[in-house]
């Protein structure tokens, strides 16, 4: 709660409008109010919505650089390094690896056909990080960092009254990696964008970042690893804490018909991870 009143009482200050105002705080009890938008959810994206993303990740990377920006918290599950992004995958993977022997089709896609993509996506990343003469752990340089929600696109946001876009949830709000916020923004399972679109946004995050010399090669080099990683978040609800949290919020679930669901969302993942490992699929 706090991160996100944090981020947007910053984004307000700086006169950004296209984000809810936060009102208040009682941070013994918990509680925040922040400004209602009245809209609905997005459901067909429009190649102007990709415009307004742009345009909103352009003032964020913006904003970096002005006062205040630089005592903001690292973004929930920042990747700075290509290790970092390896790290989280197989911390991930060992978690489900826990629950796969009483989960058969969790077992198939963990104990084949994944394994093989996770090394030729680490090795197309150590192949960029020799060619650019860095270690594979060392962390992109602070200069070259952006603001970001961490969780960013259309899935996080409504059409107002007006038609203008308001994004919403900034819970995991702060400096990021600029080519995990580049290459998630296409990958999410919860958008559905058309190709075009999707040319659309990576050309305008290429132009916004273009500050850093590397990030055309980088984001290119770890977009599989950033596939693999929603892979195994995909995967979350054959974790029962996940599950039992999900029904809190979703009394009427049937677990058999979501864990279906979550498993052809992760196969699709890993699909794109195998195709971004043959050649980046948005752009040359």
């Not at 690292?74 to 489900?96: D, F, G, K, N």
């Not at 090394?119 to 752990?137: D, R, T």
């Not at 055309?216 to 693999?228: E, I, N, Q, S, W």
């Amino acid at each position: 709660l706090g991160t996100e009143f944090r981020a947007l009482q910053f984004l307000s200050d700086n006169g950004v409008a296209s984000v809810p105002t936060p009102l208040a705080i009682d941070r013994d009890n918990n509680l925040a109010l922040f400004q209602w938008i009245e809209g609905s959810q997005i459901g067909h994206v429009t190649d102007s919505d990709i415009t307004a993303a742009i345009d909103f990740v352009r003032t964020l990377h913006d904003l970096r650089k002005v006062d205040g920006a630089a005592n903001l918290p690292p973004a929930s599950e920042t990747c700075l390094s290509p290790a970092e992004i390896v790290q989280q995958i197989v911390s991930r993977l060992e978690t489900l690896q826990e629950v796969a022997q009483e989960e058969p089709q969790l077992e198939v896609l963990l104990g084949g056909r994944i394994y093989p993509v996770i090394q030729k996506a680490i090795s197309l990343a150590q192949e960029f990080c020799e060619k650019s003469g860095q270690a594979f752990e060392t962390e992109i340089a602070p200069e070259y960092r952006t603001l970001s929600p961490s969780d960013f696109g259309f899935h996080n946001a409504r059409r107002d009254l007006n038609g203008r876009i308001v994004f919403v949830d900034f819970e995991y709000f702060g400096w990021e990696e600029p080519a995990k916020l580049g290459a998630e923004f296409v990958i999410h399972p919860g958008m559905t964008l058309s190709e075009d679109q999707k040319y659309h946004f990576i050309a305008g995050v290429d132009a916004i970042y273009r500050d850093d010399p590397e990030y055309h090669d980088r984001v290119r080099a770890l977009f599989p690893l950033y596939a693999l990683r929603w892979c195994m978040i995909a995967l979350n609800e054959f974790l029962p804490d996940r599950w039992s949290r999900r029904l809190l919020a979703h009394e009427t679930l049937d677990r058999a018909v979501t864990l279906d669901e979550q498993l052809n969302k992760a196969y699709r993942l890993l699909d794109i991870a195998e195709k971004g490992i043959e050649g980046f699929p948005y752009g040359s």
